[in-house]
């Protein structure tokens, strides 16, 4: 064992019995490595990474190669979903140094810190004209005994660039609209028409960009832009059929090795669920296909079935690899998950098996083609993707056939689960579960989200100080949460209040708000630095400007801004948010595709503020019909309050401490009222019975 068995990483503890002398990120490596003048080999990745895991078997787990790590190097593995600072930070070194970055990343630092060389993986010998990890080992180590000056210069100048591209110069947008069309241009450009998605392989989910086009979509005045609309709709179309949908067991993996989506690596990550069924859920509130719902209803129940803690909270992955047998030592990528044919065969009757492997692209040969493949191991196998829609005369069959077949699955080894619950990823799950809850009218759902929040109240909240921490593992708790914790799980509490209307969820979010400007707020330039003050071995504080497989902190914190400012009038959070546009004015202006998720934050800065406030009793069937009608269709720049009744007066009272026209909301000679506001002036409400006229006029039925 080495110092990672007292860790309680998931990820640390896959090499906790790795013959290199691992220390977890701590001053301790570092103090040995200031002691003994040694250079510093730091390894970042996450436990569900099929390439870290491909890296591990070859170079850590080879003791030759563990001696010449141990030898010449101090050795440190971070988690990069409990350390995100420490990853970013890196991870900007790396891609600035070879043009791109990944996992598993390896960088090489002083023993003060200082990056002087990095890459990401490394095979075990010198291939194809690539160095091999000990070759590159041996020469570090060379440079750092016969020119240590040189290396210490250069991590000096490499420090010195990561501290300018972590400042900012606000600029004011002189077109606040030039962005949003620019982006959307860019991507009806790199639209792939054939298989949707934006460009060419690989492929990955990125459902900023389609949340970003949907709202895009809806913003004329003349109905949707059906061009942009078909973009969203065909890429979610495209994903939902292809081979990164699981269609037996539900939920969607990482990414698509090709244009199809058809060939995934087969991880699945919290992150990626949660968003991927918010954008199916409004791909259905806009369109009103049922196979949107479904998408949104098969993504969250794989994540009650799978993905949840008995405590209430979300567990973080799905490994892509999982053991060929259960007494096998051998492990494989997608081998939970693949099928050949006679198994298909064996499990079903003729009838159904022939209908199965029609619709699913099952062919005896397999449907993975080796230049599909990038590791050999699929080819021969079957990777389900739906050969056209569904006849409804064969759904039932399709259905009995799935059904059967993840009963057979279940009982295959199964992957790894990553069951730490991370505040932030929860968060976005939170999201989903309110805003599906909320539109299908589903109390499950809610509920999922309203027990997920009451985890993290209870055990990633420092009961003291009210701070939220980053993650927790069977009772064990990292301390000391990120800016992306406090901004996902805010965004997720105030669609939670706007799904349950308790107001309790609105003072946690509104307090949060609060923590994370003291904590995270940069005063000098404005923005929200990633990590916190006081952390003596992080050299640089950054900010995170990029919406990639998840929303940046910034882009969410500055969408929070605005749902403050428009639920609570509060003018400090509207004059943060803009200050977030000003600091992003740059690639807002050059390279506004870079950032989807602030440029749906933008699109709301530029809408109407609407506010809908309904006064009844929560569980008066006129305030129920009301509620489920100002729920209906896809308003993203709405706001919906819920007043009055004895259970809602805590929640009157404190909203009109910010609000005061909301203490004069009340119901009408009895009857549930709603109160439609634009700006914070409000027409005259109406009640259920005249709602079919007032609502349709007024825009909140759609």
Request: aromatic share 10%.
């Amino acid at each position: 064992m080495n110092h990672l068995s007292a860790t309680s990483s998931p990820y640390l503890l896959q090499h906790a019995e790795n013959p290199v002398e691992w220390y977890p990120w701590g001053e301790e490596a570092f103090a040995r490595a200031r002691e003994e003048q040694k250079p510093i080999f730091l390894s970042i990745g996450y436990s569900t990474c099929h390439w870290c895991h491909v890296m591990a078997h070859e170079s850590f787990e080879n003791p030759e190669i563990a001696a010449l790590m141990n030898e010449h190097f101090i050795n440190v593995k971070v988690d990069r979903e409990e350390r995100p600072d420490v990853d970013r930070l890196y991870m900007a070194y790396v891609q600035g140094l070879t043009g791109s970055g990944g996992w598993p990343m390896s960088v090489w630092l002083t023993p003060e810190l200082k990056p002087f060389f990095g890459g990401t993986y490394f095979p075990p010998e010198n291939r194809h004209g690539r160095a091999g990890f000990p070759s590159v080992l041996m020469q570090l180590s060379q440079l750092w005994e016969q020119n240590r000056e040189k290396i210490e210069q250069e991590a000096i100048r490499s420090l010195a660039a990561l501290q300018v591209s972590a400042r900012s110069e606000a600029i004011t947008l002189t077109d606040p609209k030039a962005p949003l069309e620019r982006a959307a241009e860019y991507f009806l450009r790199i639209y792939d028409e054939e298989w949707g998605g934006f460009g060419s392989a690989p492929k990955f989910p990125r459902p900023s960009v389609l949340f970003f086009l949907l709202r895009q979509a809806g913003a004329g005045s003349s109905g949707y832009n059906q061009e942009l609309l078909r973009l969203v709709l065909g890429t979610l179309d495209r994903m939902a059929a292809g081979g990164i949908h699981d269609h037996l067991g539900g939920g969607f993996h990482r990414y698509s090795v090709d244009r199809e989506w058809h060939v995934p690596h087969f991880e699945k990550m919290l992150y990626d669920q949660a968003q991927l069924a918010m954008a199916y859920l409004e791909a259905w509130q806009v369109a009103g296909e049922k196979r949107h719902a479904d998408v949104a209803h098969d993504i969250l129940r794989y994540v009650q079935r799978e993905m949840t803690s008995p405590e209430g909270g979300f567990y973080s992955a799905e490994d892509a690899d999982s053991l060929l047998k259960h007494d096998s030592t051998e492990h494989a990528e997608g081998a939970f998950f693949v099928w050949t044919k006679e198994e298909v065969m064996e499990a079903l009757s003729s009838e159904e098996a022939a209908l199965f492997c029609r619709h699913y692209g099952v062919h005896s040969h397999g449907n993975v083609n080796p230049s599909s493949d990038p590791h050999g191991e699929l080819f021969g196998k079957n990777v389900l993707m739906e050969q056209g829609m569904i006849p409804e005369s064969k759904r039932a069959s399709l259905e009995r056939s799935k059904k059967i077949l993840l009963d057979v699955r279940s009982r295959r080894p199964r992957p790894h689960l990553d069951d730490k619950i991370l505040c932030a990823w929860n968060g976005l799950m939170i999201s989903a579960f309110a805003r599906a809850g909320a539109a299908m009218g589903d109390k499950g759902y809610v509920g999922a989200a309203e027990a997920a929040a009451e985890f993290i109240k209870a055990q990633l909240t420092n009961q003291r100080t009210g701070e939220l921490c980053r993650s927790w593992r069977k009772g064990r708790v990292l301390e000391a949460g990120f800016a992306e914790d406090y901004a996902f799980l805010i965004q997720g509490l105030l669609d939670l209040y706007e799904a349950t209307f308790k107001i309790a969820w609105l003072q946690w979010a509104f307090d949060l708000q609060s923590i994370m400007d003291r904590l995270f707020w940069d005063e000098a330039e404005g923005g929200y630095f990633s990590s916190a003050k006081g952390d003596p071995h992080l050299l640089v504080r950054m900010k995170d400007d990029y919406d990639g497989a998840e929303p940046s902190a910034n882009s969410v914190a500055t969408l929070n801004l605005l749902r403050f400012s428009q639920m609570l009038g509060d003018d400090g959070s509207a004059k943060k948010a803009k200050q977030i546009f000003a600091l992003s004015g740059r690639p807002l202006d050059g390279m506004p595709a870079a950032v989807p998720q602030l440029l749906v934050a933008l699109q709301y800065s530029q809408s109407s503020k609407r506010q809908v406030v309904i006064a009844g009793k929560s569980t008066s069937p006129d305030t129920k019909a009301l509620i489920a009608a100002a729920r209906k269709g896809f308003h993203p720049y709405d706001v919906l309050l819920l007043v009055g009744g004895a259970e809602g007066a805590e929640g009157q009272a404190w909203l009109s401490e910010r609000i005061p026209s909301i203490a004069g909301m009340k119901p009408i000679d009895g009857k549930a009222a709603l109160y439609h506001c634009e700006n914070f002036t409000c027409s005259a409400p109406v009640t259920l019975s005249d709602f079919s006229v007032e609502l349709e006029s007024s825009g909140v039925l759609g």
